[in-house]
């Protein structure tokens, strides 16, 4: 009989630990995740609308800016803007003596 509740005692603590606990760090990161995706999706569904609509307006836009891009050609054939006392902005094209490529002098390489 002492053998049997020696047995039975000994087997206890091994019978109660059927699975570990969950590890407390793990929990926490799976609810930092969860809410990380809750914020994301919020703000997702904030600015989805407005993407729709700036989409539509740039499809809109699109006939007239590429005429103005057909108008312009090259960026690099204007000086930067400037802004006139009046808040009139300038865009100044640039000569074609100030297109032309810099003469490297007697000897230099253009790397």
Do not use: W
Not at 30 to 42: D, F, I, W
């Amino acid at each position: 009989m002492k053998a049997l509740v020696l047995t039975v005692f000994l087997a206890c603590p091994a019978l109660a630990e059927e699975t570990p606990p969950p590890d407390q760090g793990d929990q926490g990161m799976s609810l930092m995740q969860q809410g990380a995706e809750m914020l994301l999706r919020h703000m997702m569904s904030k600015v989805d609308p407005g993407l729709e609509d700036m989409a539509q307006a740039l499809k809109e836009a699109q006939p007239n800016l590429m005429k103005l891009m057909a108008l312009i050609d090259d960026i690099k054939n204007y000086h930067a803007p400037e802004v006139l006392q009046n808040g009139d902005i300038l865009i100044r094209r640039k000569t074609p003596a100030e297109l032309q490529p810099k003469a490297l002098p007697e000897g230099g390489i253009d790397l």
